[in-house]
């Protein structure tokens, strides 16, 4: 059970915003809750079940122990879903599968799948000891830019490393990011969740180029939904930057640009609207108008359009924040850019991006046109009569008279000469020779003729 913390509304697990103020929903934990089924239990006769961590959309995380080593670990047990073809069990195993190929800091570590005796599949994965970035969105709204764009960077990192194995997340959001304590960071990303991930290769073993998600099936958290994914189209790389920029957006200004009461209402914004100004939806915000200009191009409806790659995403991050006078935190954030490019098969949609600002960019960032480039109003016949008589014109001076010269006149054609001698030829007003048509009409012309005087004078006769 979630609750709102603006308006008291109480709603079911999964939902992350009240439809009625826009504030995220925090974890109601002042009702007892009834007793999981799986607390208390062994599974495969290797894990221990220790208490509820947490519930999603695929299963419930648990907190658990490896008993023979005494190894505190995370367990994420599928839950059971009917005729569907199996296909919560193939994301499921592709989760599992596309984590622990990656090997990167950032990203949650899975070290074991398996189907218990009861039929139960789970995963088994890294403890994390901390909370989500929603979670802490809940308390805090928004996160001063020392601290947003840290963890902007440390999801850039995670993002590059699985964009570099044809991998990508397509279930971005804050519930996703776990900060736990580590290496001097207070916030040390690990993103979680791969369940909808898109794996380049072949999704699952069995069937030759069997695919578990098919065109037109939409999966993800509409706020946090690319367009070319709202509308069911075949998702890249770059869906991911439009996720991560929308979780920038909110962590400027403590509220997502795009929400509405209904699924689909929040679809049509992404696929229609603009972004919101940042300054409009948070006026006392705080940031450089460049990075600013870097958010709004993430968000952009056209994936060729966006920072093409979490390593773009991060350079314009730090140029924005030079050209905004910030340089002591893109000194900080300088040696957090070094981050992997696509996979050679991602990188083949890649387009050239536009420079051009978007419509929903602040006036500060739009550019001035200049004085030439728009007509002058015109003046009214009464206004233009005033301003004559005020400020009376002096005529222009004429160019002085051109001497006209004398042209020359045509001279009659003499009469051509014939072979008689020189008298002139008479020359008849109709033409001086005919084609074979017109000889060949002049003939019918006379038969007709001659038929209808016969005719007739059978009859008179």
Known sequence: MRVCPQCGRKYIDGEAFCPFDG???RNQESLPAARDPFEGRML???YQIERVLGRGGMGTVYAGRLVALGKPCAIKVLRPVLDDDGQAMGRFEREARSASKLGNDHIVDIFDFGMSNEGDA?????LLEGQDLGELLSKERRLPLDRALPIIMQCCEALGAAHAASIVHRDLKPENIFLIRRDGYREFVKIVDFGLAKISDTEQQGDPERKLTKTGMIFGTPQYMSPEQCMGRPTDHRSDVYALGLILYELLCGRVPFDADTFMGVINQHLVDAPPPLREMYPEIDIPLPLEAVVYRCLDKKAGHRPQSMRDFADEIVAALREGGRHALADQLAPLSAIAEPASAMRLTKRKPSRRPPASLSPALSPQPSP????QPVQSDLAFAETSLNHPVEPLPLPPPQPQQPQPTARPRPPSPT????RPVATSSYPAARGPLWWVAFA???????GLLGYALVLWG
């Open 23 to 25: 504030a995220r929903l």
């Open 44 to 46: 495969d006769g290797r």
């Open 122 to 126: 789970f995963l088994v994965m890294e």
């Open 372 to 375: 030439s480039s728009h007509p």
């Open 419 to 422: 072979p008689s001698g020189n």
């Open 444 to 450: 019918l012309g006379l038969l007709l003729v001659g």
